[in-house]
Structure formats: C-alpha cells, structure tokens
C-alpha cells in the first residue's frame, strides 16, 4: 500500500532520512491503515463538497468561478494531516481536501462560495482567497508562485519570535513552478534553511499548456539539488504513498514532486478538451479516490456497509453545510467600512495582545 520515495536530490538514491524535527502527524497519528482511512474520508468529503459546487454553480447560484480538486485529493490531504497546530500551511485552489483535514470548517467553504456575509470573507471576495491567519493557513493570492515567499516570511517571523518546532507547507502546480517569484522564494528558503515542504502537483497542464512547453527537465524533482533541497517524486494516485512520502519524507527544505492528472478542466468555464485520449489512459490520469477505494476493499480495511454509511455521512454534511449558508444574510454595501482584508475587517483577525 505504501511506496517508497525516490530520492533524487543526492547523486545517489538513499533512504529516506528521520522526519523533521517535530512530531510530524504521520508520528503521532493512529497504525497506517487507521490513517489511510482517515484520509479517505477527508477525500470522499471534499469530492462530495466540489460535486456540489458544480452543481450549484451550473445552477446560477455561486458567481464567479469553481475551480476543483478532482483527481488531486490524496496528494492534497495528506499536506493537511502532516501538519500540526503551529504549523503554516499555504494550499492553493484545488486543496480543498487539505484545508479540510487541516481544520478548516465545512460551513465556512460554503459560506465563502456562497457569498454568506458571515463567513471568513464577509461575502466580499471570490471563493478561492480565503484564509485563517489565526489558524496558521494563509490565504491564497491569485500569484501563485508568490505563495511560496510568502511562507518562507511566516516562518522566519517565527523564527525571530522564538518559536520552535515548526514546518511550513506550500502547495504549487507545476504551472506555478515557472513563475520567477516561485525561483526567488525556494531560492530564499535553502539560504536561510527554514523549515519549508513545498508539495508540487504536476498536472501535466497548466491551464491548457502541457508539460513539454512548460520545462525543459526530464522530471521536476531534478531542480531539488540546484535549489539545495531534498527531493522526492511520487505518485500523486496512490494515497499511501501521498501519505508515507509527505509524511515523513527528510529534513526541509525540501521539494515533493507528486505526478497525476487534472481530471476536470482548469476550472468548471473549461471543458479541457484539449487533453488527448491517449493522456487520459496513462498511469498518472487514475483518479485517486477510486483507487483509494480499491485498495480498501483489496485489504478488506472495511466492509461495503461502511463505506456506504461514509458516502450518506458525507453528503449529509455538505447539504446541511450548503443549507445554513444559503440561509444567511449576504453582504450590504451601505453597513460596511470596506476596509482592506488585512486590517479591521479581517474575520479571521489574531487577537491583540493584551
């Protein structure tokens, strides 16, 4: 069930080394099986969840735009519950399945899609920028690769506060691997040696731009070493390997380079008609919650009953989720001060020291 890093930032492949140096999730959380269980269930519930949404919005009923994690779900929640209280996380717009596990609340996602007054974002701004500060996970800017300096400058504030015992997840696409901003903030992480994983998912199309005019490497992982981090590559598929990998992969910085395929389009505007057929019957297009699924049912993990009792319990969750956001009051323009996000207005504001 679970496989073995490739460890491709040394001239030669070794194990991988001891875990970072605080307890990791993967530490202090229940026998592998209990954990790769665990996180199927944040996967069926995020599918579940963004299903929806595409309903809803095919419905007229979110503006803006609905962008999905379909077939990336097990790379994604495995960044979520390798990180403990403390720790930053910066996830991007199909991670939805790491916030979860991570902590962030259903109502929340459906407050902010829906436009509820009440939630982290007041109403006042698209679906994909939100946050908890108070939390320790950022919110997202549409820059993506802008996301990686801004984790690097979370941690060293902790550092230079004093703290101890801390890591920094940021989450990229391979797309936002090109982006000069993404070079500055890894290069910046490796000279200061701050404790930063940097999770890559290759989609193998950024927007509509395939691998092969988008790097010119035979495979990402291979810029770890002139970044000077540890790297590793993955199947992004297989979620015991998401799991063993992100886990408890060396000492950051380092670099997880995790392969599969967008199974929808960039967002629900885009049918992704351009990915030939012959794409989609690869390895790396598997979708990671069937495959998950399948390797339940193989070790006989639980029985058909539970995994239907999950299913219902799922869809029970988002639909109250979806109902009590529907039912809140959306956002008036004459009782606001529109103040920016980062000051006063912030519902997620850390408390002022005493």
Known sequence: MLQTAQRTAKSKTKKAASAPSHKTGA????????RFLEAFRWMLL?????EKLVSLYRGGLI???VYIGKGQEAVSVACGLFLQKGD???????DQAGRSAFGEPLLDVTRTYLGSRLGPMRGRDGN??????????LAMVSHLGAMISVTVGTLMAKRLKGDKNFVGL???GEGGMQTGSFHEGMNLAAVEQV????VATNNHYAYSTPNDREFACRDLVDRA???????????????GACLDVIGSAGRPPQLVVASVLRLSGHGEHDDASYVPEEVKRQPFARDCLKVAEQTIVDLNLVDAETLGKWRKDAIAQVEEAIAAAQQEPAPEGDKEDWCALSNRGLADQPESPE
């Open 46 to 50: 995020t599918r579940t969840l963004e």
């Open 225 to 239: 070493i002139g970044y000077g981090f540890e790297g590793y590559s993955l199947d992004g598929t297989d979620l």
């Open 63 to 65: 503006t803006g735009g």
């Open 27 to 34: 530490d202090k959380a229940a026998p592998p099986h209990d």
């Open 88 to 94: 930053i996380f910066a996830p991007l717009i199909r």
């Open 128 to 137: 994909i920028h939100r946050g908890h500060p108070r939390n320790n996970e």
């Open 170 to 172: 940021a989450c990229i």
């Open 195 to 198: 404790p930063l994983v940097v």
